[in-house]
């Protein structure tokens, strides 16, 4: 079984703000007569910015087998379940209900491609990686009440991904 590297928190960060900022150029170059094009965009630019939020505030999801659990931003206490079928993120809360994406998914599809450009060696030293391109900007700092959290998120979510490929 082959070892997996996971991210640390400054390298979610920054797959946060790499798709954040996808996601605007994307927006900006986006048709003006367009207006679904436009709309598309700007609900996946809003979904990034909220999961960034999200994330820089200190609500990391928990790892669940092969899922993740999310914590609500208007529920305190309450979580969302976010599972992969064929490829996508599904969410169980209301957006998720509608087929939106989301602040929810928007996270969860950070949080693994932050993984994949790990495994694949994509990542500067500034981030935590060896080896990749040393010029992007470093990620904002993260504002975290206890990073203890964010190292048992990461052991937990790098033991569900090890759990994942031995199946």
């Not at 609500?59 to 087998?65: K, N």
């Amino acid at each position: 079984m082959t070892e997996l590297t996971f991210p640390t928190t400054a390298q979610i960060a920054a797959a946060l703000e790499s798709l954040l900022d996808t996601a605007q150029r994307t927006y900006d170059q986006a048709d003006r007569q367009d207006k679904e094009e436009r709309a598309f965009w700007r609900r996946q630019r809003n979904a990034y910015i909220n999961a960034q939020a999200d994330f820089l505030s200190g609500r990391a999801p928990l790892v669940a087998g092969d899922a993740y659990l999310v914590p609500s931003a208007s529920r305190p206490g309450a979580y969302h379940r976010c599972w992969r079928e064929g490829g996508v993120w599904i969410c169980s809360c209301e957006a998720g209900d509608q087929g939106i994406f989301h602040r929810h998914t928007a996270l969860i599809s950070a949080i693994e491609y932050a993984i994949d450009l790990v495994e694949q060696g994509m990542v500067g030293e500034q981030d935590g990686g060896e080896g990749a391109d040393p010029e992007p900007e470093p990620p904002a700092p993260v504002r975290l009440d206890d990073e203890t959290k964010v190292a048992s998120l990461v052991e937990r979510l790098a033991a569900a991904r090890r759990e994942r490929v031995a199946a």
